[in-house]
């Protein structure tokens, strides 16, 4: 497998591709990464150094890429957090040469926009494009329930309201939706979920909810779910694969008492998950 990711990269610590990649190589995965931001860290020290990548640079990258005959290659194209507004059209314009080469490839967007705690942290621009031009094209959507109420115009919060939500989604142009950090009203204490809704149905995985946030862990998410879904085309199995691997990275993360991710050190849950949660489906 071949996954085109474009992401932002950071210097020290795990997020963007400097998340995405590495957990995809340990599956096997070949990845050509594409940098859309090359900062020090991420933007939730408050503080970062570094440049935001011009769309045309960023286009000019793709371009040697294609040059060098790889876009037949791609199984699946990969997008998260989008520094500025003009990358969107760099991404969208690079997908559909994808597909062109490779009528087989998907694209998966992860929409950063926000989260149920802190709202929108990327600039006002940002949400209305990825609903209005970036999640038509897309495949696969990989919304946090926050980020999913913002692109459908609803408050997601029981499992049958984050179900006709995510129906919403689908009618936008994505074919499979995976929704993170569900926190319905009526879920056991102590858990988080995460729901994914395809063609096939619908299913539900619950794990430990840790005391932690962890930057990052959201496009380890994107990355691994985008992966195990194009590779099986089994939604649940993805799921529970991608739920068992991130869970043992945050908790070895929490467990070391460091605030960046053990990307590296939990290396071995992402080649061999433990698949200690299951899905259930729900429609």
């Known amino acids: 497998m071949r996954v085109l990711s474009i992401q932002s990269v950071v210097a020290h610590g795990h997020v963007g591709n400097s998340a995405a990649v ?17 900062f020090s860290n991420h933007t939730g020290y408050g503080a970062w150094r ?8 960023v286009a000019e990258i793709l371009l040697g890429v294609e040059e060098r005959g790889v876009f037949p290659q791609i199984d699946a194209v990969l997008s998260g957090y989008q520094g500025g507004t003009g990358i969107a059209d760099v991404i969208i314009d690079a997908v559909r040469r994808v597909k062109a080469a490779n009528p087989a490839a998907l694209y998966a967007c992860d929409p950063v926009m926000g989260n149920a705690k802190s709202g929108c942290f990327v600039a006002p621009e940002i949400p209305v494009l990825l609903r209005d031009r970036v999640v038509p094209v897309a495949d696969i959507i990989t919304p946090n329930q926050f980020e999913l109420g913002f692109l459908t115009g609803t408050e997601p919060a029981s499992v049958e309201e984050t179900l006709a939500s995510a129906d ?14 569900v926190e319905r009203p009526d879920r056991e204490e102590g858990t988080i979920e995460m729901l994914v809704v395809d063609t096939a149905g619908s299913w539900l995985v619950s794990t430990p909810q840790l005391p932690f946030k962890a930057n990052g862990s959201g496009d380890v998410t994107a990355a691994l779910f985008t992966a195990h879904y194009v590779q099986t085309k089994d939604a649940p199995l993805a799921l529970e694969r991608t739920a068992s691997s991130v869970f043992d990275l945050i908790d070895l993360t929490y467990r070391s008492g460091e605030r960046e991710l053990r990307l590296v050190q939990a290396q071995e849950f992402y080649a061999t998950p433990r698949m200690q949660f299951k899905a259930e489906q729900v429609r």
Not at 29 to 38: G, K, L, W
Not at 168 to 181: D, E, K, N, W
Request: proline share 18%; hydrophobic share 45%.
């Open 22 to 38: 590495f957990p995809l190589q340990r599956l096997g995965v070949e990845v050509v990464p594409i940098p859309t931001v090359n």
């Open 50 to 57: 570094g440049p935001l990548l011009p769309p045309s640079d």
């Open 168 to 181: 919403l989604a689908r009618a936008m142009g994505p074919s499979t939706v995976l929704v993170t950090s």
